[in-house]
């Protein structure tokens, strides 16, 4: 007989349910893909407000006189670019070859006290490699499984929170500034989100997470799902762990460079020898297809009737009304590309990345 693997939940997994929501197992959590309509969630997010539960994703506090020493060689971003507390930065964790272990972001709260919140997915190899490592430095690792993450995205998402905080968390949040965070209380908020919007991520303990939720959908924040996240991240041209990156692409590769900081030659960071002096011989860029059928992830692509690579990450886009994708290809191929779907060959633009940001057509056709 089959082992029944028992997924966990999340504090917010009632109020799915009381939302009508679609439950699908997800990186080992039991979590919304929609609450019926996905691109209407899209569209709310866009257009308006809503709210995601990501309490699936892993929090570690790492405190101590070293902390610092100890994330400037973990991890491939320089935490020393933060200019003083209360700021957040999209960073890196890599492996020994260069590989991307994780992409995650890291909260600066004190000079003995950062915060990392890392992808559910990578909990165990994020979590290994942290507890490797403290051991060499005067730090103290914990894991936060006592809180929820709720993410408030969208052009009115700060105004609409605004108005369900308590009034000194809310005059704290209204000042934060992009990539900004702070802690007040028993709230933990930042400027930060996953969808080329406006809006906060609020990580608080469970038992405050459900009254929260009901408060932010009281005041018209809709609650959105892993599928309208994926296509909002999509737009954005924000990658997705394991589709647009993973531990065999380097940073080059899936188009994250600009989050590896070479400025201090005496930092040695992991995996810096190895991306410091290898040549980039793939690259990721962003497709549009406005023909029939869905740009669709591991679709292969075609350059001069030889297959080039594949989609790495595609779906129809609610924003554009046609279908978009991100691909690696090599760096040499710049026009003339097809892709496979179901067996014919059909041409696709090669454009720049973010297709969409702030609810706004950005993307060039290279």
Same mark, same amino acid.
């Given at each position: 007989?089959?082992?029944?693997?028992?997924?966990?939940?999340?504090?917010?997994?009632?109020?799915?349910?009381?939302?009508?929501?679609?439950?699908?197992?997800?990186?080992?959590?039991?979590?919304?893909?929609?609450?019926?309509?996905?691109?209407?969630?899209?569209?709310?997010?866009?257009?308006?407000?809503?709210?995601?539960?990501?309490?699936?994703?892993?929090?570690?506090?790492?405190?101590?006189?070293?902390?610092?020493?100890?994330?400037?060689?973990?991890?491939?971003?320089?935490?020393?670019?933060?200019?003083?507390?209360?700021?957040?930065?999209?960073?890196?964790?890599?492996?020994?070859?260069?590989?991307?272990?994780d992409d995650l972001l890291v909260y600066?709260?004190?000079?003995?006290?950062?915060?990392?919140?890392?992808?559910?997915?990578?909990?165990?190899?994020?979590?290994?490699? #942290? +507890?490797?490592? &403290?051991?060499?430095? %005067?730090?103290?690792?914990?894991?936060?499984?006592? @809180?929820? *993450?709720?993410?408030?995205?969208?052009?009115?998402?700060?105004?609409?929170?605004?108005?369900?905080?308590?009034?000194?968390?809310?005059?704290?949040?209204?000042?934060l500034k992009f990539f900004q965070c702070?802690?007040?209380?028993?709230?933990?908020?930042?400027?930060?989100?996953?969808?080329?919007?406006?809006?906060?991520?609020?990580?608080?303990?469970?038992?405050?997470?459900?009254?929260?939720?009901?408060?932010?959908?009281?005041?018209?924040?809709?609650?959105?799902?892993?599928?309208?996240?994926?296509?909002?991240?999509?737009?954005?041209?924000?990658?997705?762990?394991?589709?647009?990156?993973?531990?065999?692409?380097?940073?080059?590769?899936?188009? #994250? +460079?600009?989050? &590896?900081?070479?400025? %201090?030659?005496?930092?040695?960071?992991?995996?810096? @020898?190895? *991306?410091?002096?290898?040549?980039?011989?793939?690259?990721?860029?962003?497709?549009?297809?406005?023909?029939?059928?869905?740009?669709?992830?591991?679709?292969?692509?075609?350059?001069?009737?030889?297959?080039?690579?594949?989609?790495?990450?595609?779906?129809?886009?609610?924003?554009?009304?046609?279908?978009?994708?991100?691909?690696?290809?090599?760096?040499?191929?710049?026009?003339?590309?097809?892709?496979?779907?179901?067996?014919?060959?059909?041409?696709?633009?090669?454009?720049?990345?973010?297709?969409?940001?702030?609810?706004?057509?950005?993307?060039?056709?290279?």
């Open positions: 007989m089959a082992e029944v693997k028992i997924l966990n939940k999340t504090p917010l997994y009632n109020c799915h349910l009381a939302a009508g929501a679609k439950m699908v197992p997800f990186c080992s959590w039991s979590m919304p893909i929609n609450y019926g309509s996905q691109i209407e969630e899209h569209n709310a997010v866009r257009q308006n407000a809503g709210m995601f539960d990501v309490s699936h994703m892993a929090i570690f506090d790492i405190k101590g006189p070293e902390v610092q020493k100890l994330l400037r060689f973990l991890l491939a971003n320089d935490i020393s670019k933060l200019k003083g507390p209360g700021r957040a930065q999209y960073t890196l964790m890599l492996n020994e070859s260069g590989g991307v272990i600066y709260i004190d000079d003995q006290n950062y915060r990392i919140v890392s992808n559910a997915g990578t909990h165990d190899k994020v979590a290994a490699l #942290l +507890s490797s490592q &403290v051991q060499n430095f %005067d730090v103290k690792l914990t894991e936060d499984k006592d @809180s929820a *993450i709720i993410a408030i995205q969208g052009p009115k998402a700060c105004k609409l929170a605004h108005s369900v905080l308590p009034d000194q968390i809310r005059d704290v949040a209204s000042a702070a802690k007040v209380d028993d709230y933990f908020i930042s400027r930060t989100g996953y969808t080329g919007e406006d809006g906060f991520e609020i990580i608080i303990p469970a038992d405050k997470s459900e009254k929260l939720w009901n408060n932010l959908l009281n005041v018209g924040v809709n609650p959105a799902g892993l599928g309208a996240r994926d296509t909002l991240r999509l737009e954005a041209g924000l990658n997705l762990y394991g589709n647009d990156m993973d531990e065999s692409t380097t940073p080059d590769e899936s188009n #994250l +460079s600009w989050v &590896v900081s070479f400025d %201090d030659p005496d930092r040695n960071f992991i995996g810096r @020898s190895v *991306i410091e002096n290898k040549e980039q011989t793939h690259k990721l860029v962003g497709l549009v297809f406005q023909g029939a059928g869905i740009l669709r992830a591991h679709q292969k692509l075609i350059h001069n009737e030889q297959e080039i690579g594949e989609i790495t990450s595609g779906s129809y886009s609610p924003t554009l009304e046609f279908s978009v994708a991100m691909a690696r290809i090599p760096v040499a191929v710049e026009k003339e590309i097809f892709v496979n779907i179901r067996g014919k060959h059909q041409p696709v633009k090669l454009v720049s990345l973010p297709f969409v940001r702030r609810g706004e057509v950005v993307y060039k056709e290279l």
